[in-house]
């Protein structure tokens, strides 16, 4: 049970899919303007998270690891056009407020990333789960830096004005504002685990087990016992 | 702070300190602020007092709530603060003025590091920072409330075909609408020269600086050249912000290398960008390329080997 809750608050903490393994920033940062709109990027988001990697979690076994990226694909654009057509059809103006980026879920490395990374290596209930967790983690933040955003740059918080009337700093709801509060974001979370006492990996798909890595990094040096300071934030 | 290494003698010793240094350069804004007190009105001075009196609480605040040593002593704080209202219009309300100051204080110097640390010049990301948030308020240029009679218009850069030669005295004085600091250019170069005169910059970039603006300007074919050095920002930021220790290249070939480019940019920007002032993004583009001036123009030691490489392993 541990180990399944572990898996869940993995994609919102410690492996939080856009502030440490940095993957989606893109629709991150365009997005994350107004609250609604974060809101609802999130929710679309998740649900194809989800969907996706239980699919691909029931067909790891059929597909055949060469042509794997191109089904992937196949099954996360089934569900992007899904969402597409329902939000077009009931939440217009959603719909307009995300623009392009709600089709470009297809190809968002979040959910093509579990899929490789996750799903296609692990079982249904275990797969449910990260998706779950990982779109948590997603929504957490582009809502968190929606409402800063939202409210800093516009006064406005669900479009209802919080600061009166005359107030607005352009920059913080343009591009410029949306890598700032990005930074601080990362920053802030980085420092609570580091407050925490949680080790940091910024690796992706790393598990802490040197002996079996390929990978000659940096941390294998470096992790050592008593040296644990030092191997922290590589980033 | 970091470890300080002592190498073999012999060891330069000099009575200045970033605090003399930086209240010869506030010495050196003063007739530029008065001058904006004649020609705005007495608000000009207020905003200046208090941009400096909001930056110096925002570094001090800061670096209490950072466990940092305190460095507001230095001034440099207040120099910022002061160069940040300058470069704002006397009718920008007092709330939009101290965004740029958060901006220069917080965002750019003291989240990178503190004093030296800065990547670009902090005073001008607070600029940048109000203009594109607040683009209106900071293009409403007036001079309505000075002792001189002036009206509301563009910055003279803005209709810079309008100009003829008798116009020249109004611009060298100052009597046109601009931001706070920058309109009169009298003022500007006597602070200028108090800065060279007391060694404080040397005059290599501000004549670079000016030099290529005005050359590259005739090139393209901008109107009125020599008109267009006195308008507009160039000369505030060619001896306040341009000259900024942190963030000019070290040797003297850099400083020729960065002045002529940020001259080019200028130029370029006033004459075929859509912005009719090029100063701040020309003087920012440069500071970011001053760590790459700096490696280009790496100067030998005498009898020495290129120490390029031997650095490179002695940092790791």
Known sequence: ?235 | MSKQIVSVSPHIRSSRTTQNIMLDVIIAMMPAVIASGFLFGFRAILLVIISSAVCALLEFGWEKMMKKPVTVQDLSAVVTGMLVAMNVPVSMPIWMMIVGDIAAIILVKQLFGGLGCNFVNPALVGRLVMMFSFASAMTTFTGSSGIVDATTSATPLANAGALGWDQFLTLFLGKHGGAIGETCALAILIGGIYLIVRKVIKPIIPLCYIGSCLVFTFLFGGQNPVMQIFAGGLLCGAFFMATDYVTSPITNSGKVIFGVFIGFLTAVIRVFGTYPEGVTFAILFGNVLVPFINDLTLTKPLGGIFPKKEKKEAAK
């Open chain 1, 1 to 235: 049970m541990k180990e399944k809750l572990k898996i869940f608050t993995n994609g919102i903490f410690k492996e939080n899919p856009v502030l440490i393994l940095l993957l989606g920033c893109c629709s991150v940062l365009a997005i994350s303007v107004t609250v609604s709109g974060a809101l609802g990027m999130g929710v679309a988001l998740t649900f194809v998270l989800v969907c996706s990697n239980i699919v691909i979690s029931l067909l790891r076994k059929i597909i055949p690891d060469k042509v794997r990226i191109p089904c992937f694909i196949v099954v996360i654009a089934t569900f992007v056009t899904l969402v597409q057509m329902v939000v077009e059809a009931f939440l217009p103006d959603l719909h307009s407020a995300l623009g392009v980026f709600l089709p470009l879920i297809v190809v968002n490395c979040i959910v093509l990333g579990r899929a490789e990374l996750f799903a296609s290596k692990h079982s249904v209930g275990d797969s449910f789960l990260d998706g779950l967790g990982m779109g948590i983690g997603y929504t957490v933040v582009i809502v968190g830096i929606a409402v800063v955003r939202e409210l800093i740059g516009n006064g406005t918080l669900l479009d209802k004005r919080i600061i009166p009337e005359g107030y607005q700093i352009g920059i913080i709801s343009q591009t410029p504002g949306g890598f700032m509060m990005f930074g601080f974001a990362m920053a802030l979370l980085v420092y609570c685990l580091r407050k925490k006492g949680k080790k940091f990996e910024p690796r992706i798909g790393c598990d802490g087990k040197c002996g079996s890595c390929r990978e000659n990094c940096e941390s294998r040096i470096t992790d050592l016992p008593g040296q644990d300071e030092t191997a922290e934030v590589k980033s």
